[in-house]
């Protein structure tokens, strides 16, 4: 029998794996952090190890080190579970050593079985013995669950799932309200820490539960968290206001949970007006972590024909731009009627009061401070897009 062990802080999403690997005829062992997970590794000896990046304490990717510096280990197989806007820890990960990175957000349980029989090959379980009653395959070449049951097990964590939904919701909201009213660092990174955790959670819970739309915002949010977390200094007005955006959309998703999803990757047609190319360039990037399609322009006179003719799901727009400024574009696209209700976002230096006022007046939808962190719009177009999408309430 193959031996696997699975470092994952979530007893959740650890217990379910567990009992997945064991039905298909696989030991598999649960250390809930890197430090225990290490330890076991040497008492186990798996065949494979399937390891979260996102550890408290012990990194993921110091994790991976520590395998891949032992002789004994060097080529044992590491599959890793990753956010796939922290392109920067998957980079880390697969110097270090990973086999293979999975999306915690977009891997279902059958894929992810499917992985493990392809990197370590069938359970080795004992056969019944000759003469024995053989049990009826569940698909011919396929060890474990059939197709029928993989449909089912997954429906029945949909469900597990969303009725654990309004728990989740009041967690969340609890958690920000803390965040909003922490009033010095310590406090404010303690609450962002304790958000981060939580939303770690719900990202790897819907993504078992098949939740697409919820696992991809819950994965961009995560990522903001994490970023600011690490970097106290991007804690302000702008950053808090985008996560309580972002948690605030949690509970309008959470409302819909029980319609059905559609599975198609997310398509966009976003606008990014600015005349400054450093600037484009930076929110085009930021998009592109999301898989959201843009056009740029640098003139708003080239952007107005552009918008009369054409229709978008978002449009990002510079304030201060020569011949035309954002607040006047924005008061003539609404002119065109199938702009009227378009988000318009803002993205601009000029973060005071006044153009807050202003930007409301001229149509505008929300704003985000330069310099911005580029996580931070990726999460602000996530949200507007994904509403977008949405299916009409019941």
Same mark, same amino acid.
């Given at each position: 029998m193959k031996k696997i062990l699975i470092i994952e802080d979530d007893q959740v999403v650890a217990n379910v794996y567990r009992n997945k690997l064991a039905v298909d005829g696989y030991q598999a062992e649960v250390a809930s952090d890197g430090e225990s997970g290490l330890k076991l590794m040497h008492t186990l000896q798996p065949d494979l190890i399937i !390891?979260? !990046? *996102?550890?408290p304490a012990l990194p993921g990717v110091e994790v991976i080190k520590q395998i891949r510096s032992e002789p004994q280990f060097a080529k044992t197989p590491v599959i890793v579970?990753? =956010?796939?806007? +922290?392109? =920067? +820890?998957i980079q880390e990960a697969w110097r270090a050593g990973a086999s293979k990175c999975l999306s915690k957000a977009s891997c279902s349980p059958k %894929?992810? *079985? %499917?992985v493990v029989r392809q990197t370590i090959g069938a359970s080795g379980a004992l056969v019944p013995p000759t003469g024995a009653p053989a049990e009826k395959p569940a698909v011919t070449g396929t060890p474990g669950l059939s197709s029928e049951n993989d449909v089912t097990f997954q429906a029945n964590l949909r469900k597990l799932f969303i009725e654990g939904l309004p728990g989740s919701l009041a967690v969340l909201r609890s958690s920000l309200l803390g965040l909003v009213k922490a009033d010095n660092e310590m406090d404010r990174l303690k609450q962002t820490y304790g958000l981060y955790r939580r939303v770690h959670a719900l990202n790897g819970n819907a993504g078992l539960a098949g939740m697409v739309q919820i696992a991809h915002m819950a994965s961009a949010l995560e990522a903001l968290l994490k970023e600011i977390y690490e970097k106290p200094k991007n804690i302000n007005s702008s950053t808090i206001r985008t996560v309580a955006a972002a948690v605030d959309f949690m509970g309008v998703l959470f409302d819909r949970s029980s319609l059905p999803e559609k599975q198609e990757p997310l398509v966009s047609k976003i606008l990014v007006v600015d005349d400054e190319i450093i600037s484009r360039r930076a929110i085009i990037y930021a998009l592109e972590k999301a898989r959201l399609k843009s /056009?740029? /322009?640098e003139?708003? #006179?080239?952007? !107005?024909?552009? !918008?009369?003719? =054409? #229709?978008? %799901? +978002?449009?990002?727009l510079d304030v201060d731009m020569p011949g035309m400024s954002g607040y006047e574009l924005c008061a003539r696209l609404r002119a065109l009627p199938h702009l009227k209700t378009t988000p318009v976002v803002f993205v601009t230096s000029l973060n005071d009061f006044e153009n807050r006022t202003s930007s409301t007046i001229a149509g505008g939808s929300d704003f985000i401070a330069k310099p911005f962190l580029f996580i931070e719009l990726t999460v602000k177009a996530l949200i507007y897009v994904l509403r977008a999408k949405l299916p009409a309430a019941r």
């Open positions: !390891l979260d !990046l *996102m550890l579970f990753s =956010n796939t806007y +922290l392109t =920067n +820890l %894929d992810f *079985m %499917d /056009v740029s /322009v003139d708003p #006179e080239q952007a !107005l024909k552009l !918008l009369a003719e =054409n #229709e978008f %799901d +978002l449009i990002f």
